[in-house]
């Protein structure tokens, strides 16, 4: 593994990297110990108005005419140039977001594979000829926005960096990403990238707490946001877009119901149940955190999932042996073990909680894994997106039952559904009201498929073709005469 040192980095805007107009800075933190690993500018407003207009001038006088085929190449390049860094970006992941190195690998290929794919999109995403009355003739164009705005989480920095850069590149937009101030070494990583493959100015990194975002968000040059984050986060975004009719791109939370029915192989869903609540130490938006299991395999189910999650290594994340470990932040641990109590506290019978163990390092941000029985729909913790290794389990007696529970949420992103008979898990998955839905898996990663959410998990896809160019294009249409078709001597138009 590639040895990281301390390292101040800067904002880049129009190619150059520079300090913030304010001079502040902030410390990022490893949260497996709480030592200081690099610092980032503390931008302002002003540092964010610069970033828009340096995307605004490359738009218009150099990315807007790069042709399709050229934009290809471009995010080819990137591609090959986070490979050839691929152990230094795994790295920065595992050490400023905490999770175990073979996520943070994941995190990284996801990255190649998204700039990969969106390569391939870029000159493929094509109009539509549509026939008229009386001689006429439309033919509609897919054009980029211009300067796209973005604002990604700090759960998968390396794969949000990618995702939400990617996809506006191809469609031939400029980008302004404000990565989240917990982990903004990964974008600014990528950004050397950037300034060494792109025009300057075409993608630009902002980073800082909350008044860069909120400028980049009501910006009136800014013709498109993208956000991934909380909720009521997103409320802000949207309500803030709606100032100049901004469109937006919101992928938001999750209180994910995943269904086990009683003819359900019990290994593979026990497995996959697993998974789906403890990879990424339960920081992802797409985590099965409600799960549902039928009276006739309640008890066998739980005896085996405990059992399965006592074999858990905890521990930091630069380990090659650890299976869970620490939250982001401080202010995610306050945030996941006071909902621990309220679940307590509500009635909630603790079905199993593990324990940190004594050789962790006790500045780490640790919170072993926590399953709950008895929970009831009214709960907070059966409503609120806990956003950590915190399981709710739910005992049903009927599928209709079940489903009514599972639907029961403000919000909609990912559902699943586990039986041996398909008809009935299909009849099922279609009956959740989610945007992604598992049958018999609980496998996130969805490069090539529309991802995203109802309800309040959001607005828009991402990471599929179509569904996702489309949201970083404009359509135009054109109507044009054309030549005619009536019947005749084609020689007569000459004489």
Request: glycine share 10%.
């Amino acid at each position: 593994m590639t040895n990281y040192d301390y390292h101040d980095w800067d904002l880049l805007v129009h190619g150059e990297f520079r300090s913030s107009e304010s001079g502040n800075r902030f410390n990022v933190e490893n949260p497996a110990d709480g030592t200081t690993i690099g610092s980032a500018p503390d931008a302002t407003a002003d540092d964010m108005d610069a970033a828009i207009e340096s995307a605004e001038r490359a738009y218009y006088d150099t990315w807007q005419h790069v042709s399709a085929r050229d934009r290809v190449e471009y995010l080819l390049e990137i591609a090959d140039r986070i490979e050839d860094e691929f152990e230094e970006f795994v790295l920065i992941e595992t050490l400023e977001n905490g999770k175990p190195l073979y996520e943070s690998r994941n995190d990284v290929e996801e990255a190649i594979q998204g700039y990969r794919y969106y390569a391939g999109a870029a000159d493929k995403h094509h109009g539509d000829t549509i026939p008229e009355k009386e001689e006429l003739f439309d033919y509609t164009l897919n054009e980029p926005y211009g300067v796209v705005g973005v604002i990604i989480p700090w759960n998968w920095p390396p794969m949000h960096s990618a995702d939400f850069t990617a996809a506006p590149l191809a469609a031939g937009n400029t980008v302004v990403i404000k990565p989240a101030p917990e982990t903004p070494l990964s974008t600014l990583k990528m950004g050397e990238i950037w300034q060494d493959v792109l025009p300057d100015g075409v993608v630009n990194v902002v980073t800082g707490d909350t008044a860069p975002g909120v400028e980049l968000t009501q910006h009136p040059t800014v013709n498109k946001i993208a956000f991934t984050g909380h909720d009521e986060t997103g409320k802000k975004v949207m309500q803030a877009a709606a100032e100049n009719i901004t469109d937006v791109m919101l992928e938001l939370g999750g209180k994910n119901p995943n269904l086990v029915l009683p003819d359900a192989d019990i290994d593979d869903a026990v497995e996959g149940s697993f998974h789906g609540i403890f990879d990424g130490q339960g920081q992802v938006c797409a985590s099965g955190s409600r799960l549902l299991l039928h009276d006739d395999i309640y008890d066998e189910f739980v005896d085996r999932l405990i059992e399965r999650t006592q074999e858990m290594q905890i521990g930091p994340g630069t380990d090659e042996e650890t299976d869970l470990a620490p939250l982001v932040s401080q202010a995610q641990y306050e945030k996941v073990t006071n909902y621990v109590e309220i679940g307590k506290d509500e009635g909630a019978t603790v079905l199993y909680e593990g324990t940190v163990p004594d050789d962790v390092d006790e500045n780490g941000y640790y919170v072993p894994p926590v399953i709950f029985g008895d929970v009831t729909p009214d709960m907070r913790i059966a409503r609120e997106e806990i956003f950590g290794p915190v399981l709710s389990v739910f005992r049903y007696e009927s599928v209709e039952e079940a489903i009514r529970v599972a639907n029961n949420t403000e919000y909609g992103l990912t559902g699943a559904v586990w039986s041996e008979n398909m008809e009935v898990a299909n009849r099922v998955a279609r009956r959740l009201e989610a945007g992604l839905v598992f049958v018999n898996n609980f496998v996130n990663g969805f490069l090539g498929a529309p991802f995203g959410g109802y309800g309040k998990s959001g607005i828009g896809r991402k990471l599929g073709f179509e569904e996702t160019m489309d949201e970083f294009t404009r359509t135009k249409t054109i109507r044009t005469a054309i030549a005619g078709t009536k019947h005749g001597d084609i020689d007569a138009y000459y004489e």
